[in-house]
């Protein structure tokens, strides 16, 4: 029976037996989820509460048309918010809101407005209230002021605010993204999250899984129970069954999200209806099979590559400290792919950015982004593809010398001349 | 047929010459004591075995074979820095290693009951390996190493950490696995163990063989003329320098050195006219002093 598959099903199945990895796959997307919709879907979240407020207007122009402008209603039909105007003339001004300032104090009243004589020509107003840091609600009175404002003016220079409106009127853009063979596809910007999406999913099981294996090789080594195991195996066999075995818990989740993710494009219009109610007619984009095709295969690549990198530096590791420390410039590599990500979203085609999707440490990161957002040419893909695979037969080997000397070295870490000499050997 | 054979191996590390022109052939049904002291050689050799490092020069047969990977299924290694996979049920981990030693799930799982039962950890089977005291988890991995009944068992220091009545129970066990026909290597500091349970050994220092063969031969070399005696009265005749070099007194016994002209006969006679003897006998040299005398001397030579 070949070592290679023992090894595997033990990796395999110690890990995806563990409370932890079942807990990780479905705290996960729930994670993702809430971070990237969370926000929002808490500043959706109206507060039903009525507000009262005050408002001091000087100008004669607002306070009238205030309640038109701001017409938010509660689930119960009543107002939420409750305008009531206070009488002042300006000089005495300052002793009103003294008084209000107290009265908001005293949470008597919410807020207070107030709308000087001259808001017309100068094109000022005055907010006040304890919390002023909710950007919906300020932008809110903002555009409801300066809209009665703006009506204002027109009328006064006799203009028909009606015709203004559809004179201004803007066009709307439409996108559509053409992929290979000249097939176009209406996009609405979506397209964009589920490529940020697929990258960040590519960084994040390379960052997660890479250490895995990582750890997987310390902790063996330092446990000593590595002495026993190379002596009834070879240690590529048990570098390649850690390699598979963590990578086949990494797949294994993969598809696990994949499949609710597959489910959640099913039902999403249902969902995403739930929380936002004007989203329901929301077109979930729909991602080309080679795409999805390309992004396994990326993703499969690159988890071996680095796999193996941090299998062969795990092996040189004699405590945890020096494992962090081991580890850094790989995280760098991996990191350093992801921020380029942003700039091949932008821009694709640069030579820049062709370079950059060649290199094979960064190519599942990089190459797929160009995938996802253009149709780079067949012979790049080709040729990206072929370098990474001959960079991880080469990486195999050298992992592999370095691992069966490193694996039973304690101690001070080689240094880069002996770690030549063990390629040697 | 032999079962170990070593042939002339080298290995050094950064200009130390670990092991030097090592060989043994270790036959059937055999415990072989592996001596040395600290830093001679034995766990390298040892890894040699088990194919862990390569030798720079010279063979290695087992069941006089090539050292492949196919024939180290039918070797046990019982290492000295010992170490299992801590979050690993017992059951499991018994079914990984016999499956690294080529046995399938369904072949092992008797076997696995058997010495579990037979080592009083039956109760543990689906607990974690961490849930373990030290010596059970030595227990258990002493079970990995015999469990696919190997023809050569490797035990380096075994009983480390083991209360009176577990060392008895491996003792027995290593008996009655050489009664299988296994070949055990063991390999120890103590040398009380070694009287007990080696038929032969070899002794390593600096990297060479310093001392080998079959236990009672290995005493015999080096028994010296010392006389244990126990007596009630006053004894002159140890004060006589014709007869005797040197004594020392224990309190409960004396140790007498005789000169060597003397004959053993004649001090006996000289201490019956003088005193009761209760105790008289030639003293066997303890493995302990021959352990201590070749690696001393050795040493001195070297030096």
């Given at each position: 029976m070949n070592k290679s598959w023992t090894i595997f099903k033990r990796e395999y199945l110690t890990r995806v037996k563990t409370r932890g990895f079942v807990i990780g796959t479905i705290i996960g997307p729930v994670l993702l989820l809430l971070i990237s919709i969370g926000p929002g879907f808490l500043m959706n979240l109206q507060s039903e509460k009525e507000k009262n407020i005050s408002v001091v207007d000087l100008s004669g122009v607002v306070y009238e048309k205030l309640d038109e402008a701001i017409d938010d209603t509660t689930e119960t039909g009543s107002r939420i918010y409750q305008f009531k105007e206070i009488l002042a003339t300006e000089s005495k001004l300052d002793s009103v809101k003294s008084t209000l300032r107290t009265k908001v104090d005293q949470n008597e009243i919410d807020a207070f407005l107030v709308i000087p004589p001259d808001a017309v020509d100068k094109n000022e107003s005055e907010y006040y209230a304890k919390?002023?840091?909710n950007f919906e609600e300020n932008s809110k009175f903002r555009s409801a002021i300066s809209g009665i404002i703006t009506e204002y003016r027109l009328k006064q220079s006799e203009i028909d605010p009606a015709l203004i409106d559809k004179l201004t009127k803007r066009v709307h853009l439409r996108t559509f993204k053409i992929s290979r063979g000249g097939k176009e596809q209406e996009d609405i910007g979506l397209s964009f999250v589920v490529t940020f999406v697929m990258i960040f999913f590519l960084y994040f099981m390379l960052i997660m899984y890479g250490a895995l294996v990582m750890r997987s090789v310390y902790e063996e080594k330092l446990s000593r129970v590595v002495e026993v195991i190379i002596s009834s195996c070879k240690p590529f066999q048990l570098m390649t069954g850690k390699v598979l075995g963590v990578g086949g818990v990494g797949m294994t989740q993969f598809l696990i999200w994949v499949g609710a993710a597959a489910l959640l494009g099913v039902y999403s219009q249902a969902i995403i209806g739930m929380f936002?109610?004007?989203?329901?007619?929301v077109v979930f984009p729909h991602i080309p099979v080679s795409v999805l095709v390309y992004f396994v295969l990326y993703f499969l690549l690159g988890f071996i590559l680095y796999a193996t990198l941090y299998a062969g530096l795990g092996a040189l590791v004699s405590t945890e400290a020096e494992a962090q420390q081991l580890q850094f410039p790989v995280l760098f590599m991996i990191i350093f792919a992801f921020i380029f990500a942003f700039y091949i979203i932008r821009n694709p085609n640069t030579d820049l950015s062709i370079v950059i999707s060649m290199i094979p440490f960064f190519a599942p990161i990089t190459m797929f982004t160009r995938i996802a957002t253009m149709s780079p040419p067949f012979s790049e893909i080709l040729l990206s593809l072929a370098l990474l695979v001959g960079t991880i037969i080469l990486l195999l080997w050298l992992a592999g010398k370095i691992f069966r000397i490193g694996i039973l070295m304690y101690g001070k870490r080689p240094t880069l001349p002996e770690l030549l000499n063990w390629i040697r050997y | 047929m032999s079962v170990l054979k070593i042939d002339h191996i080298y290995k050094s590390f950064r200009n130390v010459d670990a092991v030097q022109d090592l060989s043994l052939d270790l036959e059937p049904n055999v415990i072989f004591g592996f001596l040395g002291p600290n830093g001679a050689g034995k766990t390298t050799t040892i890894r040699m075995i088990m194919d862990i490092i390569k030798p720079d020069r010279g063979s290695i047969f087992i069941n006089d074979q090539p050292n492949t990977l196919q024939m180290r299924e039918k070797v046990g290694y019982l290492p000295e820095e010992r170490g299992l996979y801590r979050k690993m049920k017992i059951s499991e981990l018994l079914v990984f290693m016999a499956e690294l030693k080529g046995l399938s799930a369904s072949q092992s799982k008797p076997k696995i009951e058997y010495w579990l039962e037979r080592l009083e950890l039956l109760d543990w089977?689906?607990?974690?390996?961490?849930?373990?005291s030290r010596g059970m988890q030595q227990k258990l991995q002493f079970i990995s190493t015999i469990m696919h009944e190997p023809d050569l068992i490797i035990l380096d220091e075994p009983f480390t950490g083991l209360d009176p009545v577990n060392s008895d129970l491996i003792k027995q066990i290593m008996f009655e696995q050489k009664q299988r026909g296994a070949t055990i290597i063991f390999s120890t500091h103590l040398m009380e163990q070694v009287e007990q349970l080696c038929d032969s050994i070899c002794l390593i220092n600096k990297g060479r063989i310093v001392l080998g063969g079959n236990i009672r031969d290995v005493k015999k070399e080096f028994r010296k003329n010392i006389i244990r005696m126990e007596f009630e009265g006053d004894a002159t005749?140890?004060?006589n320098q014709e007869l005797i070099e040197r004594y020392t007194d224990h309190g409960t016994h004396y140790e007498i050195h005789p000169k060597e002209s003397a004959p053993i006969q004649q001090i006996l006679q000289a201490a019956a006219q003088e005193v009761m003897i209760s105790k008289f006998e030639l003293m066997e040299p303890s493995l302990h002093n021959i352990f201590i005398d070749v690696v001393t001397q050795k040493e001195r030579n070297g030096s």
């Open positions: 919390n002023v840091s936002f109610a004007g989203a329901a007619d | 089977i689906d607990k974690k390996v961490e849930e373990l005749f140890i004060k």
